[in-house]
């Protein structure tokens, strides 16, 4: 046998053994639970919010959805470069945790607090918070998931790293279903409700992050601490895997955020006009779609092992079709709800595979050009992601003006409901439907990602020996790292 077949043997029963102590994982969890109580907050609750509260027509909040994700977008590739260009004694991502935690959930505090009286500048407020939080969002966010990069190159380990943020993420949306999504139809005052909800989440959301910061590390080596613009340029575009995997995320975040944006709408509406429906609805809708990702993460390392991330992900895209088909053609509660839920375990479990996805391309790149670029190419993995929650998001507030929804009634005309079904079983399938068939031309399978990780690790081990004078010889000893590279600390 060739020592280049046992060298990948080796590497593919590595990925069988993860590194990570369960301390490590569950400080990574936490941070994902502070990202998204200003993201889910806002993607569950925003639109809601301008359209029953501050009294914004669905067209205006759709137009303030689509042009704050476009900017997010952008934004995502600023913090990326801010990303490659930062080393300091906390390493390359976590500072950014320490940072800007803060100034991210008081900015969630603004977009649910609109102290203006003119429709005018409350659409100027909104313009101005949404976007004050989703750049400190970007600025949060994009070092978060290139952190999981950083801390293993193991894939059974970034697998559970993923599932983890999954955990941490459906955390979130309990919580939030749970307190908040019954208050929309029951609260007298749901301004101050939502105000309330945000002072408290700062408090909560700093703990987590602080939680995050003290718990990770970032061990894997990096023979280029601060990446300039033209190699963060060059290793994007050479990254093949990262395209397809941007483009295929983009259309299944289209189709997951039309689920999240009508999701309190058809448990309302839609939904309610079913025998014994009440304000229950909205927190087990938003449990079963959105929320999937607590109870479906934890599978996530088990589906890699069995299926492979590549034909988790295609699975995932159709068992959240065939959710949407259901949801189409059914006509009562019971057949409703567990159609909700077929879309909301494919989402999560869509999510899940994602990220660990994500991380893979790094080493792809890395093996093109010889740079790890974890911020870029984790920016530009998110720039298609916002991309696709504006659209889906905008989606999701044309269709309601569509439809003839009007904010001020309690009770929608029945042509609404029905429009609301449709919108919810037809567009999102549709997306998830092309998300798949991108996807299956996917190239960077669990063997390819072995030979890759060997390619990786022979060529650092001949620059090194080459820079020591000692070509063929062992690494001396002390270091003692899984990549044969000297520990972090002396590097």
């Given at each position: 046998?060739?020592?280049?077949?046992?060298?990948?043997?080796?590497?593919?029963?590595?990925?069988?053994?993860?590194?990570?102590?369960?301390?490590?994982?569950?400080?990574?969890?936490?941070?994902?639970?502070?990202?998204?109580?200003?993201?889910?907050?806002?993607?569950?609750?925003?639109?809601?919010?301008?359209?029953?509260?501050?009294?914004?027509?669905?067209?205006?909040?759709?137009?303030?959805?689509?042009?704050?994700?476009?900017?997010?977008?952008?934004?995502?590739?600023?913090?990326?470069?801010?990303?490659?260009?930062?080393?300091?004694?906390?390493?390359?991502?976590?500072?950014?945790?320490?940072?800007?935690?803060?100034?991210?959930?008081?900015?969630?505090?603004?977009?649910?607090?609109?102290?203006?009286?003119?429709?005018?500048?409350?659409?100027?407020?909104?313009?101005?918070?949404?976007?004050?939080?989703?750049?400190?969002?970007?600025?949060?966010?994009?070092?978060?998931?290139?952190?999981?990069?950083?801390?293993?190159?193991?894939?059974?380990?970034?697998?559970?790293?993923?599932?983890?943020?999954?955990?941490?993420?459906?955390?979130?949306?309990?919580?939030?279903?749970?307190?908040?999504?019954?208050?929309?139809?029951?609260?007298?005052?749901?301004?101050?409700?939502?105000?309330i909800t945000a002072i408290a989440f700062l408090v909560v959301g700093t703990a987590l992050f602080m939680t995050t910061f003290l718990t990770s590390k970032e061990?894997?080596?990096?023979?280029?601490?601060?990446?300039?613009?033209?190699?963060?340029?060059?290793?994007?575009?050479?990254?093949?895997?990262?395209?397809?995997?941007?483009?295929?995320?983009?259309?299944?975040?289209?189709?997951?955020?039309?689920?999240?944006?009508?999701?309190?709408?058809?448990?309302?509406?839609?939904?309610?006009?079913?025998?014994?429906?009440?304000?229950?609805?909205?927190?087990?809708?938003?449990?079963?779609?959105?929320?999937?990702?607590?109870?479906?993460?934890?599978?996530?390392?088990?589906?890699?092992?069995?299926?492979?991330?590549?034909?988790?992900?295609?699975?995932?895209c159709g068992i959240a079709i065939t959710g949407g088909v259901i949801f189409g053609l059914s006509s009562n509660l019971l057949l409703s709800l567990f159609a909700?839920?077929?879309?909301?375990?494919?989402?999560?479990?869509?999510?899940?595979?994602?990220?660990?996805?994500?991380?893979?391309?790094?080493?792809?790149?890395?093996?093109?050009?010889?740079?790890?670029?974890?911020?870029?190419?984790?920016?530009?993995?998110?720039?298609?992601?916002?991309?696709?929650?504006?659209?889906?998001?905008?989606?999701?507030?044309?269709?309601?003006?569509?439809?003839?929804?009007?904010?001020?009634?309690?009770?929608?005309?029945?042509?609404?409901?029905?429009?609301?079904?449709?919108?919810?079983?037809?567009?999102?399938?549709?997306?998830?439907?092309?998300?798949?068939?991108?996807?299956?031309?996917?190239?960077?399978?669990?063997?390819?990602?072995?030979?890759?990780?060997?390619?990786?690790?022979?060529?650092?081990?001949?620059?090194?020996?080459?820079?020591?004078?000692t070509a063929g010889t062992a690494p001396a000893a002390g270091w003692t790292d899984d990549d044969g590279l000297p520990p972090a600390g002396t590097r």
């Open positions: 046998m060739s020592s280049t077949a046992t060298a990948q043997q080796q590497s593919i029963r590595d990925a069988a053994a993860p590194h990570l102590s369960f301390r490590t994982i569950v400080g990574y969890g936490a941070g994902d639970a502070g990202c998204n109580i200003a993201f889910q907050m806002t993607g569950l609750f925003l639109l809601i919010f301008y359209t029953d509260v501050v009294g914004i027509s669905p067209v205006h909040a759709g137009s303030i959805f689509l042009f704050v994700k476009i900017w997010d977008a952008f934004a995502d590739i600023f913090a990326g470069r801010m990303v490659d260009r930062t080393m300091t004694r906390w390493g390359k991502f976590r500072p950014f945790l320490l940072w800007y935690s803060v100034p991210l959930l008081a900015a969630n505090l603004l977009c649910f607090w609109i102290p203006v009286d003119s429709y005018n500048m409350k659409l100027v407020w909104a313009v101005v918070s949404y976007a004050l939080m989703g750049l400190l969002y970007s600025m949060v966010n994009i070092p978060f998931g290139s952190l999981a990069g950083a801390m293993s190159q193991n894939p059974v380990d970034r697998s559970r790293l993923a599932s983890t943020r999954m955990v941490g993420s459906g955390a979130t949306i309990l919580l939030l279903s749970l307190v908040l999504a019954p208050q929309i139809k029951a609260a007298e005052d749901l301004a101050t409700t939502f105000l061990t894997v080596y990096r023979e280029v601490e601060r990446v300039s613009l033209r190699d963060t340029l060059r290793t994007v575009r050479q990254n093949k895997p990262l395209l397809r995997l941007c483009a295929s995320s983009f259309f299944y975040l289209t189709g997951q955020n039309v689920v999240s944006a009508m999701g309190i709408y058809i448990a309302n509406h839609a939904l309610a006009q079913y025998a014994g429906a009440g304000n229950w609805l909205a927190s087990v809708v938003t449990i079963i779609t959105t929320g999937a990702v607590l109870y479906v993460g934890p599978i996530g390392p088990g589906v890699t092992r069995k299926l492979g991330k590549k034909t988790g992900f295609m699975g995932a909700l839920f077929l879309i909301g375990f494919g989402m999560a479990l869509l999510n899940t595979m994602t990220w660990a996805l994500e991380a893979d391309t790094v080493e792809y790149g890395e093996l093109q050009t010889g740079i790890r670029t974890e911020g870029a190419t984790y920016a530009a993995f998110s720039f298609t992601r916002k991309v696709g929650q504006a659209v889906g998001a905008a989606i999701a507030s044309y269709a309601l003006a569509f439809i003839g929804y009007d904010g001020a009634l309690d009770v929608q005309p029945q042509s609404v409901l029905d429009g609301m079904t449709a919108a919810v079983a037809i567009l999102p399938a549709t997306f998830f439907l092309i998300a798949l068939l991108i996807m299956s031309r996917y190239p960077l399978t669990e063997a390819r990602f072995a030979e890759i990780m060997t390619q990786i690790q022979a060529r650092r081990a001949e620059r090194h020996a080459a820079l020591a004078g």
